[in-house]
């Protein structure tokens, strides 16, 4: 099964402060940037979350799907258009991306 | 313990049929074409599931692997073919690719 | 240096004609689905085609970059919005893709 | 829950011998080969343990990490010297690399 | 232009040199192994050289792409034949493999 | 032929400044970070400069294979210690690696 977003979200919270508490200040800069990235810019964060969804999915990671996912929901992003950007991926990155896709859309169905 | 064929095709069948019904239509063109491509041609099916499977394997997706396993052994492929066929991948991809043989060697003991 | 988009544009075209010559049929749809999954949907087309680059990116591709710098611009990107999207491409695909940054760069110049 | 060392440990060995029960002789070479390389060289083993672990985190592989912490841990590296490495790795292979940074640091605590 | 296979060959003559003369024993031995894994077995070396051609396309190497078509070709696989293997290689790697498709059927065009 | 090490070097600078220029403050950030983690720490800079060294090679990129290079000769390294890097590199990475291998011992050449 496919865990829930709210497990998922609990064990990336715990899992990203033991990394935190380990780290050197190289890292906690890396996580520190790679919150603002995605912060309206003169693109919209929607548009960004769709643009690391997209990225996570050629790269086949299920975990930065899911928190793009949650992300892309929560700016608004319709399950319409995370469809088409899904496609992109799959175009880009080939069928090796699809059990990939499959976890994006029951994901996508748990969070809804 | 590795997941059971029967057990993977089901849960492979059921994500699938999740992502056609949420699918774009760019999205459903691109499955029917992954099923085709597979289909004898000049070279016969047998030798594309050999593709598909070492492709899958430099590439590290299990359950890529796990559906080429499925149809090399569906289109007469032997053990010992296979077990080639993982040489060539462990060789161009390297010891990353070592999980994934030791998946893929579990996976075909539960399908014979 | 970098080549110009001209050249480009007619190197790409010559080998793309190579490989529908001598294609068999998969290769000739994905080309077409290819050519389709860009056009304005859900998402507009500007959009897509900065989904396409930042998978281009993350994968590391200079052709792929090239062509959806082209694609971006003539939808109406910005530089700054390519530039936001190249930052997240960095942030997601690390380092590794900053000769690919530098590419990107120089090429939409190149186009400007 | 991370798996503990022992469990992983045990796993690895079962998978390894299932591997080369059905191996061709070119994977028996390779394995030979994957133990020898990190022996004792003009590196010593700690920096080769500390290569195969950051080579393992861009690309990306949770049972590679595992064994390379473990093999770093018996060479002697501490916990600083091992987050130092996974630092480089970050910077090297971005956002898509930090699940594997949890893992790599629970798996870490439990080897602790 | 696309270099011509006999350019190709001695540049990578060289290079395969070059490494060799200042090798650690553990590369010397991979080279003999990444020879060996190619020769008949209960694959035909045809059909090895294929495998090697697809997993060299999907993850996106030229020079292994080259390599790998000149010793097909030798084997007496048919244009046909490569262009079927390259099929599966677009469609398990998806757009990402063109402009090295677009190189692999103008490298075969060289060799004809 | 191998570009040298001085014109790859300006190549790279002017490449860099033209990405600044136009880069928005995450790029910049990345940049100063990505600077800042191959400093001395507990591990030595020689250390992290082949640790740079190996993550590039089984990322095959050569820009980032001859940057790291040019820091772990500078950083002290021999080229017996380079070649022992390389080799972990190779057998992590397999055979895809290989033409990033020709490349890295012919740059290496360059800048004795």
């Given at each position: 099964m496919t865990e829930n977003p709210h497990d998922f979200e609990s064990r990336r919270a715990r899992g990203n402060e033991r990394v935190l508490e380990n780290?050197?200040?190289?890292?906690?800069?890396?996580?520190?940037?790679?919150?603002d990235v995605y912060e309206d810019g003169v693109l919209p964060k929607k548009t960004k979350d769709l643009l690391g969804l997209t990225a996570s999915t050629v790269l086949r990671c299920n975990d930065c799907i899911a928190h793009h996912l949650e992300e892309a929901t929560a700016s608004g992003a319709t399950r319409?258009?995370?469809?088409?950007?899904?496609?992109?991926?799959?175009?880009?990155?080939?069928?090796i991306t699809i059990p990939y896709l499959r976890f994006a859309f029951e994901f996508l169905e748990e969070l809804a």
């Open positions: 780290a050197p200040l190289a890292i906690k800069r890396f996580f520190a940037l790679d919150h319409e258009e995370i469809a088409e950007a899904l496609g992109i991926a799959l175009l880009v990155g080939g069928s």
